[in-house]
């Protein structure tokens, strides 16, 4: 989810704390593991830091091991440790209970995002990515808003967000049947299909969708219940050529490879350097394809410059990749 979206959460685990009479009962307490939950609530995006290395280390390792079984084990022990430090009356079980409860709920509304993180590592280092819900969903953002609000005007804490939270669960209920919905539609409609990659977009009733089949890949959306299906691709071999070996060599294409489940290739060739484009087929904006990466290479197969990321104009590749010369 959004930083935003994680903030509330965190403020919502820390009033549904109340309920505990612990921690109700104690002023102190209380606000201690509101910290707790509010921090643990953003803990496992540290990783966010890594933008501003570059895209290629960002997509590689962002929602990775900070999301992981010993990262979720680390960040309940390192927060209520370093809490205790200022409140040492407080009870050091309710500060990890609740740190472990706000971080373990980061990862998990995580995992039902198209993003999704690698959450069972170390056992595997596969994205877990169920694309139900949109990395911002404004019901599940503005609800929270909502029971904030009514605790700002007198309710009860406790009471209000495990409403909330029961209401939360319903709608996550809700948008996996739709989710199911489509899918099986989409069977229906192509009977070789190896692969369907939904995402959800901030409309309701909105999904992105993207095929794969034995021969094809089909791009399109959902809209309103109907399918909307939009390009098709012949699904062509990445070639084992000398060309694809050296730019498979570059961290940018990596980076991308390792990201990207569905995608369509390019090679250009020019008078005095090579350019090798794959573009993802998951994010068809107006017409476009904005989450591309480029090698640009010399004759002798040596990168020139390269770039992964999200483009929308020609300018922009153009002097994004000039930033990326070698």
Request: hydrophobic share 45%; charged share 20%.
């Amino acid at each position: 989810m959004d930083t935003g979206t994680h903030v509330v959460m965190g403020i919502g685990l820390g009033g549904m704390a109340t309920l505990d009479p612990a921690i109700g009962s104690n002023p102190s307490l209380a606000h201690a593991v509101m910290l707790a939950t509010l921090i643990g609530s953003q803990a496992p995006d540290v990783d966010t830091i890594l933008k501003l290395k570059n895209n290629a280390v960002y997509i590689r390792n962002h929602r990775g091991f900070t999301h992981s079984i010993p990262a979720v084990a680390a960040w309940s022990l390192l927060i209520p440790g370093i809490l205790y430090l200022f409140f040492p009356e407080a009870s050091f079980f309710h500060l990890w209970l609740w740190s472990f409860i706000a971080v373990v709920l980061h990862v998990f509304v995580d995992i039902f995002n198209a993003y999704g993180t690698q959450a069972v590592r170390p056992f595997s280092k596969k994205w877990v990515a169920l694309g139900i819900i949109n990395t911002f969903d404004p019901f599940i953002f503005l609800s929270h808003i909502v029971a904030i609000l009514i605790w700002y005007a007198g309710g009860h804490p406790g009471f209000t967000f495990l409403g909330l939270y029961i209401i939360l669960a319903g709608y996550y209920g809700l948008r996996i049947f739709m989710q199911h919905q489509i899918k099986q539609k989409l069977h229906e409609k192509y009977g070789d299909i190896e692969e369907i990659i939904i995402s959800p977009t901030m409309k309701f009733k909105q999904w992105r969708i993207a095929v794969k089949t034995k021969s094809s890949f089909h791009v399109g959306r959902c809209m309103d219940g109907k399918l909307v299906m939009l390009d098709t691709f012949n699904r062509v071999p990445v070639p084992d050529s000398a060309i694809m070996k050296a730019a498979k060599k570059d961290d940018n294409l990596s980076a991308f490879l390792s990201f990207s489940p569905v995608y369509k290739w390019e090679v250009d060739t020019y008078k005095d350097h090579y350019e090798v484009k794959f573009i993802d087929l998951r994010y068809r904006s107006k017409g476009h394809y904005p989450f591309v990466a480029i090698v640009r290479m010399d004759k002798e197969l040596e990168i020139l410059s390269s770039y992964t990321g999200w483009i929308f104009s020609e300018e922009k590749l153009q002097k994004k990749l000039k930033l990326g010369s070698v």
